[in-house]
């Protein structure tokens, strides 16, 4: 599969089936958000990996959707202020920047190893810092669950819903 169609391929998966992950597979994908660029290589970014039934359990409880029952990984990404670049003409930090490249990294190896995922920003993020102390530092800007599609995993009404080219892009 070329870039071009990986990319148009992939769509936000919510119904997932119990089928755990391999091990191979998710190491591939974390591999992947290691590998991602970063503003001035400083990589101030971590990826959670919540996989026990306990974690799983507390996790899911910080997020409205129950469509997430059958989810057997869920990758959290979070990203630290205190080591992210800062742009010196304006003092802007790159922490949510490095971050949200990592998830996306992340979201394409998951496609690219046949499994699904959607990215999640609708969680209550103070309870998860305080069911997951270790996650206390960092802004949390994505909850990724990794699975098997369910057989019956389609793309939302909105997936194939895009802006124009003229619309998004601008010659200069």
Request: proline share 7%.
């Given at each position: ?36 660029p970063t503003a001035k290589n400083v990589q101030p970014v971590k ?74 920003g609708f969680f209550d993020e103070p309870k998860v810092k305080e ?42």
């Amino acid at each position: 599969m070329t870039f071009s169609e990986l990319v148009k391929s992939r769509y936000s998966v919510r119904k997932f089936d119990a089928r755990p992950v391999e091990d191979e597979k998710l190491n591939a994908i974390l591999e992947a958000g290691i590998s991602a660029p970063t503003a001035k290589n400083v990589q101030p970014v971590k990826i959670w990996v919540i996989k026990s039934p306990e974690a799983l359990e507390k996790i899911k409880s910080t997020t409205p959707f129950t469509w997430l029952k059958n989810v057997p990984v869920i990758l959290a990404v979070g990203g630290t202020t205190e080591s992210a670049f800062v742009r010196p003409s304006d003092n802007r930090n790159f922490e949510d920047v490095d971050a949200s490249i990592v998830a996306t990294h992340l979201m394409l190896a998951i496609h690219a190893e046949g499994l699904g995922s959607t990215w999640i920003g609708f969680f209550d993020e103070p309870k998860v810092k305080e069911l997951f102390p270790e996650m206390k530092d960092y802004d949390l800007i994505a909850l990724l669950p990794v699975g098997y599609p369910a057989a019956d995993a389609e793309p939302s009404d909105r997936h194939a819903l895009r802006k124009s080219k003229s619309e998004m892009v601008k010659f200069l």
